[in-house]
């Protein structure tokens, strides 16, 4: 599945950066094309003055909308379901900034804080030397990145969606510790706890995003995403000859709102 996932994460980039490329303003034949089209245009109004303005249908008038919100700010509260067994849970939070290059493409920055919860459990019982050794503690997880988005703008619809694909640099703090309890020479409990180090990595993520606005003539939206991540270091020993917990990775779900900054429509 991580496989398939990886894969599928790097052909979206690739055919995004294609799809983002071909949209640039053409030159040559195709610039002589637009040139022609606008001048006709331009008669075309000049010679009939009096004319009101077209009614634009549902669709046009979202791509004229489109066209105006050219930034935009978001605050989405997130769950990870973790794909180790060690971590029980994680909640956090992103804050994004996009900024529309594109009609329909949009480069993000991100940063977000996640808490990480060890599911405390036996990992070894050992009945001759009584010895049950556990992991315990959490971690504090900062991952801070870019995404490429992508959205459809010819929508007669209050709904929007958007796919979203990009890298983060986790920066990880952690208390958690391998604890050994054990009976000692006088027969009383005893306790030994061993440090467990996560170094930093880079996270791939992949998700779905669904939005729609509080009314129609809001800048406000609600947000729900749906998604996976994939930690590249996933699998790495970080304690002994053991994997302990070393994958930050798993399916995500969000919730959360966002800001849209009006500008200028395009051609303005």
């Known amino acids: ?41 331009t008669e075309s109004a000049q010679a009939e003055p009096n004319l009101p303005p077209p009614i634009l249908e549902p669709s046009s008038q979202s791509a004229v909308l489109a066209a105006k919100y050219r930034d935009d700010a ?17 909640w956090g939070g992103e804050l994004q900034w996009r900024r529309w290059w594109w009609s329909e493409f949009a480069l993000a920055l991100a940063v977000g804080v996640e808490q990480w919860a060890v599911d405390s459990k036996t990992l070894l019982i050992n009945p001759s030397n009584v010895i049950h050794p556990y992991v315990d503690g959490s971690a504090l997880v900062v991952p801070v990145g870019v995404s490429l988005v ?68 809001s800048d406000w939206s609600w947000v729900l995403a749906a998604g996976y991540r994939l930690d590249f270091s996933e699998g790495e ?32």
């Open 1 to 41: 599945m991580k496989q398939i996932f990886r894969r599928w994460w790097i052909a979206a980039v690739v055919l995004a950066l294609e799809s983002a490329l071909a949209e640039q303003p053409g030159t040559g034949s195709t610039a002589a094309a637009e040139q022609t089209e606008t001048r006709s245009r």
């Open 74 to 90: 978001s605050l989405v509260g997130t769950y990870v379901g973790a794909a180790s067994e060690v971590w029980q849970r994680a």
């Open 150 to 217: 992508w959205r459809p703008t010819q929508l007669a619809t209050d709904w929007a969606w958007a796919i979203e694909v990009g890298l983060r640099y986790a920066w990880i703090s952690s208390d958690a510790t391998v604890a050994f309890e054990y009976i000692d020479h006088w027969g009383h409990l005893a306790k030994d706890e061993h440090e467990v180090p996560f170094d930093s990595r880079l996270i791939g993520i992949g998700r779905l995003e669904l939005s729609r606005k509080f009314d129609r003539t």
């Open 237 to 268: 020993k970080n304690w002994l000859d053991m994997d302990i917990g070393n994958d930050f990775g798993g399916w995500t779900v969000g919730f959360g709102v966002r800001k849209e900054f009006k500008l200028e429509a395009v051609g303005k």
